[in-house]
């Protein structure tokens, strides 16, 4: 079983429609949740992170479930500029570089 | 403010030859590190660095050479390129902080072994 697992996709949604992603990780002793945007052939970028309580962002909620071991990003009102790969990003103890663990990323495309 | 550099962004190399991958930050972030990413496979790590002089491999270090002399540079090595090591590199950087700090990339090398 892969560390951090994502459903690949792609997701393709009509713009202003609303899309969530899940992400589950094994480790529970993992410490830090992040979501990360990749767009296409670009570097990744910190997106958000993620907090116990959950966290807004404008459009963007993440949210983090410690006893199913998930974390989830919901997307509302998708623009155009939304269409990327989302990361979810995972790390444990901070000293520790090898715990910081990367999905395989969400392809999401907003169609006009 | 520039980040971090990274070069070069695309190369071409033969199996055997070797090449140095370079990546440098200016915002003096103690910790830096190199990846690589493959289709569905996400960003595996290589190697990385807390701070000059301090190197440690990461989860797929086989091939790849490291050093650390400058807080800056963090230059990657690869010895005898072999066709398995095409892939796209992200060298990152981040400073030494609270559980939540943020990873900040190059623009990425693609690098195609033939």
């Known amino acids: 079983r892969k560390e951090v697992e994502q459903d690949p996709g792609p997701f393709n949604v009509p713009e202003g429609a609303t899309v969530a992603f899940n992400c589950t990780y094994s480790n529970s002793a993992s410490q830090s949740f992040f979501w990360y945007r990749q767009d296409c052939r670009k570097e990744p970028k910190l997106l958000m992170s993620?907090?116990?309580s959950g966290n807004e962002d404008g459009r963007f909620t993440a949210q983090l479930n410690r006893a199913s071991q998930y974390i989830s990003l919901l997307i509302r009102d998708s623009k155009l500029s939304d269409s990327a790969t989302y990361l979810c990003v995972v790390k444990g103890r901070w000293g520790s570089a090898r715990q910081l663990t990367f999905g395989s990323g969400t392809q999401l495309t907003v169609l006009p | 403010n520039a980040g971090v550099t990274q070069t070069p962004k695309f190369q071409v190399l033969k199996t055997g030859q070797s090449m140095t991958l370079q990546c440098a930050q200016d915002?003096?972030?103690?910790?830096m590190s190199w990846y690589r990413q493959d289709p569905g496979m996400g960003l595996r790590l290589i190697h990385y660095?807390?701070?000059?002089?301090?190197?440690d491999q990461g989860e797929v270090p086989n091939g790849y050479n490291v050093s650390r002399s400058t807080t800056e540079d963090f230059p990657l090595r690869l010895l005898s390129a072999a066709p398995s090591q095409t892939s796209v590199y992200f060298c990152?950087?981040?400073?030494?902080?609270?559980?939540?700090?943020?990873?900040?990339f190059g623009s990425g090398t693609q690098l195609s072994v033939l």
């Open positions: 990152a950087s981040t400073s030494r902080g609270g559980a939540n700090e943020k990873l900040f």
């Open positions: 993620v907090y116990s």
């Open positions: 915002m003096n972030h103690e910790y």
């Open positions: 660095s807390v701070g000059a002089g301090i190197t």
